[in-house]
C-alpha cells in the first residue's frame, strides 16, 4: 500500500467520487477520475500480470437489495483495466451459500463481465497457506484462485455488518478464504476483535493493490444481507482499505474507532483510520480538490444512517458480561418470517450447533445461547430476513 509523508506524518489518501446511478458510462467515468489520483491504472496492474477482482458475491440476491456489488462498478474496473493493456482478467469470490457464479449470474454481473473478456470463476480449495509475518493469524486457508494471481483488486459494497459493525474493504477479503473454512475461523476468532485481527493479517498477507467501494446504493440496517437499501451516492477509492473505511464511518456518523477492523487495521500497520493520517480528495466535474471529512460528511454524508453507535465497554464487566453470556447482542429467529428452510441450521460454525430444530421442521429453529458464540453467520445466510439481532 502506497503512503505518503504530509506536514511530517504519513497519510493514506481516499477519493471520493459523487455517483448517483448505475448508469455504466457514469460509474466509468468515476472510477476513471478516482484511479488517476491514486497514480493510475497502468501504475496498479502491469500489462503482464494477471489480476484478480474481488466483489462482495456473499450469496445470490436480487440487485434491487443491495446484497452484492453492482455489476456496473465491476464493469468500469475491468474497463479501466483492459484499457491499461492488462491481457488476463478474472472475478470471483467464495460465497457463504452457493457458487459466485450464480449469485453472479442472478444480478446480470456475468454479461457485464464478458464484454470485457473477463473470466467468472468459483473459487475453489488449497490447502493452509503460513504467514510468518502474521501477528494475528499465522496461517489461512486462501483460494487457489486467489494465490494464482499475481495483482488483487478489492470492490467491495458499503453496508452494515452485525460482528463488525460494518462490512467495506477490510472484511470483503474474508470472501478470498476457501469454503466451509470462512465458518470455521469464526470459532477460531470468536469475538469482534480477534476476527477483526485476523481480517487485518488476512489483508496485509493478500495485498490487494486497490480498495473501491460501491456506496451508490448501500445497506443499512439488519446487514450484511438483510438490511435496507439506501442511496448513499457515492464511489470510494484507495490503496489503504483501512483510510477507506474510516471515510464510510464518517459519511455514516460512526466514530471510526467504534469498529473493529479499524482499530485492529492500525494496531496491526495495515492503515491509516485517523482524521489527520487521511487525505480526502472529491474528484467531481473533472476537477479535483481536498475536502475536509466535516465537508464530506455534511455534502455526501447520512447522518441517521442505521447502524450500531452503541459505546464499546471494555474491561473486567465485559469479561464478566461474555462470561455468563449477559448483555450481549443475539441472534433472534421471527417465527412469521422464517420458512424453515434451514440454511442457518447449516451455517453454523459451532459443534453440535448452537440453532437447530426441535420439532421436526414444524417451528422455527431454537437457539441454545449458552453454545452461541455470537458470530452471526445465521444472520447473515438466512436468505429471507428472518433473523435479526437484539
Ligand atoms: S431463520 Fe431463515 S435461514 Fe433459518 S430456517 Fe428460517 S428462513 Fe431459513
Ligand atoms: S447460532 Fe448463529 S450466531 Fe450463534 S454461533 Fe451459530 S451461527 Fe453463530
Known sequence: MEKQIVEGQMQSRVVLMPCSSYEEEAV??????????????????GR????LLKPNLVRKAKLSRAVVTHPAVMGAAARLLREAGVKEIMAG??????????????????????????????????????????????????????????????????????????????????????GLHKAKGHTAYPNADSFAGMLADLNRFLKPRLHIMDG?????????????????????????????????????????ELVPTNVHGERLGLGFWREEQVELV??????????????????????????????????????MARFFRIFQKKPCVDGEA???????????????????FSNGRKEPPVYDYKKCI?????????????IKVR
Not at 455534502?299 to 464487566?317: L, M, N, P, Q, T
Open 28 to 45: 466509468y467515468q468515476a472510477l476513471k477520475a478516482g484511479t488517476e489520483l491514486l497514480g493510475g491504472m497502468e501504475a496498479l496492474a
Open 48 to 51: 503482464e500480470e494477471k489480476v
Open 93 to 178: 469470490d467464495s460465497c457463504g451459500v452457493g457458487q459466485a457464479t450464480a449469485a453472479a449470474a442472478a444480478v446480470g454481473m456475468d454479461a457485464v463481465l464478458e464484454k470485457y473478456g473477463v473470466s467468472l470463476v468459483d473459487f475453489t480449495g488449497t490447502g493452509s497457506v503460513a504467514y510468518e509475518d502474521g501477528l494475528q493469524a499465522r496461517s489461512f486457508f486462501v483460494s487457489k484462485e486467489v494465490l494464482e494471481a499475481d495483482v488483487l483488486i478489492n470492490v467491495c459494497k458499503m453496508k452494515t455488518h452485525a460482528l463488525e459493525r460494518i462490512t467495506g474493504a477490510v472484511k470483503n477479503m474474508y470472501g478470498c478464504i476457501h
Open 216 to 256: 451508490i446504493v448501500a445497506m443499512e440496517g439488519n446487514g450484511p444481507t438483510s438490511g435496507d437499501p439506501v442511496p448513499m451516492n457515492v464511489l470510494l477509492m484507495s490503496r489503504d482499505p483501512v483510510a477507506l473505511d474510516s471515510v464510510f464511518c464518517r459519511l455514516i456518523n460512526l466514530k471510526p
Open 282 to 319: 472529491l474528484a467531481e466535474g473533472g476537477r479535483s480538490a481536498e475536502i475536509s471529512m466535516e465537508e464530506a460528511a455534511a455534502r455526501f454524508g447520512k447522518a441517521d444512517f442505521d447502524v450500531d453507535r452503541r459505546r464499546i465497554r471494555s474491561g473486567s464487566w465485559v469479561r
Open 338 to 356: 422464517c420458512v424453515k428452510c434451514g440454511i442457518c441450521v447449516e451455517s453454523c460454525p459451532v459443534e453440535g450447533k448452537a440453532l437447530s
Open 374 to 386: 455470537r458470530c452471526f453467520c445465521c444472520q447473515e445466510m438466512c436468505p429471507h430476513k428472518a
